[in-house]
């Protein structure tokens, strides 16, 4: 649990985020205290992070600093006041905790940071409509929903088991690995496809990313933000569309007779609420904080394809490329300042 000793030790031991410009000297912050993020375990955050930071370090003349973990012991750290901003809150993987935070006054929501937080089975766009420039063929032209995938198993076949193709699931461990499996029952595909399971997010990003660069056909499970959706040309098969009772029937394992499509989830920014009250221009800001997957994905695709870049690089690139995204989130006098700093 997050308590507020530990906050005192982090701000002590931990550097500045990043350096602000001798012109940050004449800004003062309304807070007289660094901002706390909530860095979350996993890059798109990490990416949202870094790009808030720094705007509000170099536009806003506001120190930041950010606390290392996961989402629940964060969230309570964000109910308690020792955290103030989250810049992902997927709620309905925590409907539980936010709802009784903010129910108590003690959260607030700011609003969408992307509506389009993605889930799905992707195959590679050149197994289904050829690559030109690549040279190579459409193998599988009427591949479109995943009932198709019986039809094409040959394309898929899996080393092990040469009967029967490879379908990639999520992470061992993993909800979605649970709902992947038991789709593979609904849809009559267990009985066609060997259910792989990679141990780590990085298995599943390398068998991806080797496939590819060899043509190879591969079929799997990804989601989005993420820099594989960003950096590979990949085709979502279609599902049945969302239907709440029978995808909550099917991930508890109720009822693995029907799937359907993972819902569109709605990401959004969550502050502590006397944050907001205290710092109402730092909270305009995050109101007005808006991107989207396939935006978040490339950014993180441009890190992943540069040895040795990290996320204050693809912070620091989306700032520079990007500002026609970023310059709507902040006031002219504070996108002035944050442009002057990326000369």
């Not at 030109?132 to 899996?158: M, N, Q």
């Not at 009772?245 to 099917?250: M, T």
């Not at 520079?320 to 989130?329: F, I, Q």
Request: charged fraction near 20%; proline fraction near 5%.
């Amino acid at each position: 649990m997050i308590v507020r000793c530990l906050v005192c030790v982090v701000l002590a031991a931990a550097s500045a985020f990043m350096a602000r410009p001798a012109a940050s000297d004449a800004m003062t912050c309304v807070l007289d205290r660094p901002v706390m993020f909530a860095e979350l375990d996993w890059d798109s955050n990490r990416l949202h992070t870094a790009l808030a930071r720094y705007i509000m370090e170099m536009g806003y003349g506001c120190e930041t600093d950010a606390i290392p973990g996961s989402t629940i012991p964060l969230l309570t750290g964000l109910a308690r006041g020792d955290v103030d901003v989250m810049m992902e809150i997927w709620k309905d993987n925590v409907t539980a905790a936010w709802n009784k935070a903010e129910a108590a006054g003690k959260v607030v929501s700011l609003g969408t940071n992307f509506p389009d937080a993605v889930q799905g089975w992707w195959v590679p766009r050149y197994l289904v409509e050829g690559d030109e420039a690549r040279g190579i063929e459409a193998a599988a032209p009427g591949l479109r929903h995943v009932r198709d995938l019986v039809r094409f198993k040959h394309l898929f076949r899996d080393p092990e088991e040469p009967a029967k193709g490879r379908f990639y699931n999520c992470i061992l461990g993993w909800n979605c690995e649970v709902v992947n499996t038991n789709k593979l029952k609904a849809y009559g595909l267990d009985r066609h496809f060997t259910n792989f399971r990679p141990g780590t997010g990085a298995a599943l990003a390398a068998a991806i990313a080797s496939s590819y660069a060899r043509a190879k056909p591969f079929v799997a499970y990804y989601w989005g933000p993420t820099w594989v959706l960003g950096r590979f040309d990949l085709v979502m098969l279609d599902e049945p569309p969302y239907d709440k009772a029978v995808f909550e029937a099917l991930a508890s394992g109720a009822d693995t007779t029907r799937a359907t499509a993972y819902p569109l989830v709605e990401v959004v920014v969550g502050v502590n609420a006397r944050f907001r009250d205290a710092a109402k221009g730092l909270a305009g800001f995050l109101t007005r904080y808006r991107t989207t997957s396939a935006l978040i994905s490339a950014a993180l695709a441009y890190m992943n394809d540069r040895e040795g870049a990290t996320i204050r690089d693809a912070a620091l690139h989306f700032l520079k490329t990007r500002p026609e995204v970023w310059t709507a989130w902040v006031p002219p006098s504070i996108a002035a300042r944050v442009t002057a700093t990326l000369d």
